[in-house]
């Protein structure tokens, strides 16, 4: 069965802190998504990836950066973690175009106090 | 800016009840797809449509994708518990990423 994993299910950090959220996808995906989820707001994209070391802003790249250094490894970073990034992060990969069925992880819910 | 609004925002409902939830832009789709979210899991796609009028029909939910293929519906008949969870429609501009809509949190009761 095809599988994106997300390496944290529930995380807590402070303010200031550096966040790392990692995302693994066994499916030799080309396209990589982060995206987070708020209530009422739907899924918003973060950041997408579309090939190895290639990196595309999404609707909301402000306060995130992300990393590609391999294909099935998709790493979304917030540098200064603030308490508004408080929320559902949602990984997602697909085979080639970028509007094709994303396959989801089951998502980390961070909080930041 | 938010492209696809879906409605209602929130149903809760009786077990065996019909309904239906909206998914409507002002602009036009190649594709529109749908997930549904179950609590503590990530969205899994239930259908895509590509047509403007295509009806697919999974089980008891009924996917409609409107004649200028700016809007769709999903209709499920007869609810079960099993159907709660997050519907999410997302449309497709044909190479462009896609645009998720806000979400309908459907509660069925036994």
């Known amino acids: 069965d095809v599988k994106v994993t997300q390496s944290s299910r529930y995380l807590v950090k402070r303010t200031g802190e550096k966040v790392f959220l990692e995302c693994v996808q066994d499916?030799?995906?080309?396209?990589m998504f982060w995206y987070r989820q708020d209530p009422g707001l739907g899924l918003r994209l973060i950041y997408f990836s579309y090939d190895v070391k290639m990196k595309e802003k999404g609707d909301i790249p402000e306060g995130y950066s992300v990393s590609r250094e391999k294909k099935e490894r998709f790493s979304l970073i917030l540098e200064s973690a603030s308490t508004n990034q408080t929320s559902m992060y949602l990984c997602a990969s697909s085979f080639r175009a970028s509007n094709e069925k994303l396959f989801f992880g089951s998502g980390t819910q961070l909080s930041v106090l | 800016t938010q492209l696809l609004e879906q409605s209602p925002q929130f149903l809760s409902i009786q077990e065996g009840e019909n309904l239906t939830v909206y998914c409507n832009s002002s602009s036009v789709f190649s594709s529109l797809q749908w997930y549904r979210q179950e609590p503590g899991e990530g969205p899994v796609l239930l259908v895509t449509?590509?047509?403007?009028?295509e009806v697919k029909k999974l089980k008891r939910l009924t996917f409609q994708f409107g004649d200028a293929r700016k809007d769709s519906s999903l209709h499920i008949t007869a609810a079960q518990p099993g159907d709660t969870g997050l519907y999410l429609c997302?449309?497709?501009?044909?190479?462009?990423?896609?645009?998720f809509g806000t979400g309908t949190r459907l509660q069925v009761f036994p």
């Open positions: 499916m030799d995906h080309e396209n």
């Open positions: 449509v590509v047509t403007g009028g």
């Open positions: 997302a449309g497709g501009r044909n190479t462009d990423k896609l645009i």
